[in-house]
């Protein structure tokens, strides 16, 4: 069996009884979408002193009533597959079909407002610090 530490391309077997099957090659893929997840799923890809880059998923999950984000690191936020409505505080919710957008500055209050429930959201988020060199 290969090495599973590899996930850019690895070729896995699967016990089936007394059966051993090849499952086809894996290979990260960011518009791939999880099977009936009932939580968003967080996962981070790439991470340094002064970024992370997260890709989310989300499956009609929005922020509880009445709670806000107010993240120490700036966001910038890519809808890459599905819907989504952000909100900022004091202003009205953006919405955010796939491709949209947006750069939301450290301490900047808002919430995920809504997101589809007919089809999975993915969303790619790069965290970053304003001060990170140029």
Request: hydrophobic share 40%; no cysteine.
């Amino acid at each position: 069996m290969p090495d599973r530490s590899d996930l850019s391309k690895a070729e896995f077997d699967v016990d089936v009884g007394n059966t051993i099957v090849d499952i086809v090659q894996f290979q990260p893929n960011l518009f791939n979408a999880s099977i009936n997840a009932r939580e968003e799923i967080f996962s981070t890809l790439l991470e340094s002193g002064h970024f992370r880059i997260e890709r989310i998923e989300s499956h009609g999950q929005s922020s509880p009533p009445g709670f806000w984000y107010e993240q120490a690191t700036a966001e910038w936020v890519l809808v890459v597959r599905g819907a989504a409505r952000v909100q900022f505080e004091g202003e009205a919710a953006i919405d955010m079909p796939a491709g949209a957008y947006v750069d939301i500055p450290a301490g900047r209050r808002h919430r995920v407002d809504w997101t589809d429930p007919d089809q999975p959201t993915i969303w790619l988020a790069i965290h970053y610090t304003e001060d990170a060199p140029k």
